[in-house]
């Protein structure tokens, strides 16, 4: 899955407003983000192979520190804490935050195990592996995934309002953005080889989010009106 994961981090700034979109949505996608670098660091693997899936041309057979089940409660912790336990700022007031955060990590194992064929294992691939492989349908999955996205971000635009243009319009750019690419990951034809998929899953993704910190930044929350 790839614009699902960005719509749970839209929609988790309604639950939690103080909470950067750019955060929520590293958070969403940092899975993914870790399989970019340990797939260049030649930790983890996975190869293409066009029609694997109807959506998805690749075929992941070893990636378990990154997409396990036991690998995503370690890096939901890892999140939880890091936010918590932040040395500056009241810690308590922290608390709910960090829990939202690591639910946005842990949710990308969850919409993974939705979309993939059976290859997300408990942890260590001699592990029980998860998959109810949407991405066996291209119509079942473009319903989910584009359900998904476009939830979250009517709930962001629920909770939020832009202060300037570019807090209205770099909403539309990254929308507009992650459609174009959204589009090309499922109907183009599939990367040239792997170390191109560990660049775009780290320095792309990586790019998408200090976009969704600069859009953020010239939004503000919308305060629920006093009874």
């Known amino acids: 899955m790839f614009i699902g ?9 309604k639950v939690e407003p103080g909470l950067s979109l ?7 996608v940092m ?12 930790f983890e693997h996975a190869k293409i192979a066009p029609g694997a899936t109807v959506v998805s041309p690749f075929e ?12 995503a409660v370690v890096w939901a912790a890892v999140g939880f804490l890091a936010y918590w336990l932040w040395p500056k700022g009241d810690r308590a007031s922290r608390k709910i935050p960090a829990f939202v955060l690591a639910a946005a990590i842990f949710s990308h194992f969850i919409l993974d195990v939705i979309s993939h064929t059976p290859d997300l294992t408990i942890f260590g691939n001699n592990s029980p592996k998860l998959g109810l492989s949407l991405w066996n349908s291209l119509g079942g999955t473009i319903i989910v995934e584009m359900g998904i996205f476009f939830v979250g971000v009517i709930l962001y635009r ?10 209205k319009y770099g909403l ?8 174009v690419f959204y589009i090309g990951n499922t109907f183009g034809p599939p990367p040239p080889d792997m170390i191109s998929v560990g ?3 780290t320095a792309g993704q990586l790019a998408l989010v200090a976009l ?16």
């Open 60 to 71: 992941f057979y070893d990636y378990p520190i990154s997409h396990s089940a036991v690998g």
């Open 212 to 227: 969704a910190f600069w859009v953020d930044r010239n939004r503000i929350t919308i305060q629920p009106a006093k009874s």
């Open 22 to 28: 750019g955060l929520l949505i590293f958070g969403a």
């Open 199 to 201: 660049v775009i899953s």
């Open 31 to 42: 899975l993914d983000i870790l399989f970019g670098v340990f797939l260049l660091a030649g």
């Open 5 to 13: 994961h960005y719509g749970i981090g839209f929609a988790l700034k």
């Open 158 to 167: 629920r909770a939020t309002k832009s202060v300037s243009s570019s807090g």
């Open 172 to 179: 539309v750019l990254m929308v507009l953005i992650l459609m």
